[in-house]
């Protein structure tokens, strides 16, 4: 359920599963939203990106050509690209939500989030990443340290909103000349506070 001063993007991220990684219910609750898709064609390709702050107000919106050599390489240089601006727009000690359309990078997100709070960061298990991606996820991974939490959720690719500025990106150039913005948190949850079952009625 959606309510007024909440952003679309938690509305989705809330809903969505967190790839083989299981987390406290208290991850939802995040300062900003990130939605990221990589496209590949042979008539071009793409990298589209959405932030938003948790009540819902855009912080940034990208449509980038891009020359990636196949769909998952393509997701990686998105989240890169979609990580590295909110880094640059948002203060570093804030909590993060991911959204992708690609199950293993969400999976690789979370385990790297887990092992940014090991003492070696080591992750629970190998992951894979596609060789023609693994400096962006050398990037991925120092994002993820930066933010205080961060954790991913995977959408179907018809459900990402980022989905159609990484599949048209020059039709969408103009997202890219949006005003830039850097927002502080709204640190107030704006939805009603629903009293458990033990505590209601009484």
């Known amino acids: 359920m959606a309510y007024a001063g909440r952003s ?3 509305d989705r991220f809330d809903d ?9 219910p208290r991850t939802h609750r995040r300062d900003f939203y990130v939605a990221t898709d990589g496209s590949f064609s042979d008539d071009g390709s793409g990298l589209g990106v959405i932030i938003e702050a948790r009540n819902g107000e855009r912080v940034a919106r990208l449509a980038v050509p891009d020359d990636a050599p196949d769909n998952n390489v393509a997701e990686y240089r998105a989240l890169h690209l ?7 727009r948002t203060p570093p000690d804030t909590r993060i939500g991911v959204l992708v359309d ?3 990078l969400a999976a690789n997100v979370n385990l790297a989030a887990l092992a940014a709070r090991g003492p070696d960061y080591r992750p629970l298990r190998d992951v894979s990443v596609p060789n023609s991606a693994r400096h962006h996820w050398r990037g991925i991974r120092a994002r993820v340290v930066g933010f205080d939490e961060i954790r991913a959720a995977a959408v179907d690719s018809g459900e990402n909103p980022a989905h159609v500025l990484a599949n048209a990106p020059t039709q969408y150039a103009h997202v ?5 913005k850097c927002l502080l948190p709204d640190l107030e949850e704006q939805e009603p506070q629903i009293p458990p079952p033990s505590r209601a009625n009484r």
């Open 16 to 24: 969505a599963p967190t790839p083989h990684i299981a987390h406290h």
């Open 82 to 88: 979609g990580l590295d601006t909110l880094a640059a």
């Open 176 to 180: 890219n000349d949006e005003p830039p």
């Open 8 to 10: 679309p993007l938690r």
């Open 102 to 104: 690609h199950d293993d």
